[in-house]
Nanobody
Framework: QVQLVESGGGLVQPGGSLKLSCAAS????????MGWYRQAPGNQRELVAG???????NYADSVKGRFTISRDNAKNTVSLQMNSLKPEDTAVYYC???????????????WGQGTQVTVSS
């Protein structure tokens, strides 16, 4: 059984910083890309940032220059350093991993349970 467990969400004032982390565990054969989506109330889930197994990254335009994604392939973890946070960054942040597991031997996207980030004074 494969799990993605997130940590690091919380309440922060505008201009502040938070770091989200996500660890994938279980019978994993290979992880291609990992990253983060977010969903605010009434909005669709949107990609925040992603990173491939060779460390290529992509970011939503709204977070470029403020957020940094990183990955530890040996530990199957991905992190998102969020700086200069704005109220519009408030959302539930979901970790994802595009990977092959021993159970299915198929490439699929797995999701974490989500962590709340609230930016407010």
């Amino acid at each position: 059984q494969v799990q993605l467990v997130e940590s690091g969400g919380g309440l922060v004032q505008p201009g502040g910083s938070l770091k989200l982390s996500c660890a994938a565990s279980g019978s994993i054969v290979m992880i291609y890309s990992m990253g983060w989506y977010r969903q605010a109330p009434g909005n669709q889930r949107e990609l925040v940032a992603g990173i491939t197994d060779d460390s290529s990254t992509n970011y939503a335009d709204s977070v470029k220059g403020r957020f940094t994604i990183s990955r530890d392939n040996a530990k199957n973890t991905v992190s998102l350093q969020m700086n200069s946070l704005k109220p519009e960054d408030t959302a539930v942040y979901y970790c994802y991993a595009d990977m092959i597991t021993r159970a299915t031997l198929r490439r699929s996207v797995y999701w974490g349970q989500g962590t709340q980030v609230t930016v407010s004074s």
